[in-house]
Nanobody, 115 residues
């Protein structure tokens, strides 16, 4: 099983980034997916999640209206479009795949929002 995040980097406040998480080794379309983040000295927190078929999404209050989670089950990939980025969005971003029995995590990608 692999979850490989990409798309992180350094961006100025107000800018945008699109994170991708490519999955392999399991039946992607049967798993819900989520993005989490962890800033230095803080606990990991849920950013957004999406149901297995993509019909239901949920967001942390801090990112509502700025971030969009989506998935392409044909490409085994989940995305996080991040707009209007703020310095407080700086963190390592992780994707997670989960169902009733199993949870898989990626290794994370760093997002730094700074001028």
């Amino acid at each position: 099983v692999q979850l490989v995040e990409s798309g992180g980097g350094l961006v100025q406040p107000g800018g945008s980034l699109r994170l991708s998480c490519a999955a392999s080794g399991f039946t992607f379309r049967t798993y819900a997916m989520s993005w989490h983040r962890q800033a230095p000295g803080k606990e990991r927190e849920l950013v957004a999640q999406i149901s297995s078929a993509g019909g239901s999404t949920n967001y942390a209050d801090s990112v509502k209206g700025r971030f969009t989670i989506s998935r392409n089950n044909a490409k085994n990939t989940v995305y996080l479009q991040m707009n209007s980025l703020k310095p407080e969005d700086t963190a390592v971003y992780y994707c997670k795949a989960f169902n009733m029995a199993l949870v898989y995590w990626g290794q994370g990608t760093q997002v730094t929002v700074s001028s």
